[in-house]
């Protein structure tokens, strides 16, 4: 796992990155205007149903996906209906944790299922990805749910592509800070600066240099934990 969350230090960088994240796609849809005319919300918005669908009617959607993908399995969009699925399934009951915003273990164990047909999906459909569903599977990725930032870096790529927005690079370069792709790191950052309103330029980069060096001091923190324990050893 990245993230020991019981070591102080990795508390604190979680802490400031999901302070960020939630200020930007979530704040966003004022200081950055996402979120709008893309049929889905930010990354922190859960379930497409808005809390309207009841446990019965998600269930009834995943079942109903699960027999598209049984009929028809090589359809992309067979999968990624079942990829939002059984997102939404995730979100239910005892699979996550309100007062955390975080995933339970069972949760987390539905996020891999997720996981499983959003792959299958990106072999089927490569070329046209739904930035949509990519979202989703940011936050499936996310430290809170599959603790998988590579995976979370290469959702929100496909959302850059579709969807630019100076929210939405800021995210990919946080999570590919923390998946130790410094390079695409700071290409996403520099991105977000150009994107963001003039008035909110200085704040973006000072922000994501923030994120930055406390993901790196926790990497050396790690890097010198090991070292130690060699040694030790």
């Known amino acids: 796992?990245?993230?020991?969350?019981?070591?102080?230090?990795?508390?604190?960088?979680?802490k400031v990155i999901y302070l960020w994240l939630a200020i930007l796609m979530g704040g966003g849809l004022i200081l950055f205007g996402i979120g709008t005319g893309t049929g889905g919300g930010g990354l922190f918005d859960v379930f497409s149903g808005g809390g309207s669908s009841t446990s019965s009617q998600v269930s009834s959607a995943e079942k109903k996906a699960a027999r598209a993908v049984r009929l028809h399995p090589q359809d992309p969009q067979a999968w990624a209906d079942l990829a939002r699925a059984r997102y939404q399934t995730a979100g239910l009951g005892s699979n996550y944790d309100q007062a955390t915003n975080t995933f339970t273990t069972s949760g987390r164990a539905k996020l891999a299922t997720v996981a499983t047909a959003w792959q299958r999906y990106l072999k089927l459909d490569p070329n046209h990805p739904d930035a949509t569903l990519a979202r989703l599977m940011a936050t499936a990725?996310?430290?809170?749910?599959?603790?998988?930032?590579?995976?979370?870096?290469?959702?929100?790529?496909i959302v850059t592509e579709q969807q630019p927005s100076a929210a939405a690079y800021a995210t990919l370069a946080q999570y590919a800070y923390l998946a130790d792709q410094t390079r695409?790191?700071?290409?996403?950052?520099?991105?977000?600066?150009?994107?963001?309103?003039?008035?909110?330029?200085?704040?973006?980069?000072?922000?994501?240099?923030?994120?930055?060096?406390?993901?790196?001091?926790?990497?050396?923190?790690?890097?010198?934990?090991?070292?130690?324990?060699?040694?030790?050893?």
């Open 184 to 233: 695409k790191g700071d290409l996403a950052a520099a991105k977000a600066v150009q994107l963001a309103p003039e008035a909110q330029k200085k704040l973006v980069r000072r922000q994501l240099a923030d994120v930055k060096r406390q993901v790196l001091q926790e990497q050396l923190q790690r890097a010198a934990q090991q070292s130690g324990a060699s040694a030790g050893g």
């Open 141 to 157: 990725y996310s430290e809170t749910g599959l603790n998988q930032p590579a995976q979370a870096a290469t959702a929100m790529e």
């Open 1 to 14: 796992m990245l993230f020991d969350l019981q070591s102080r230090g990795r508390r604190n960088v979680v």
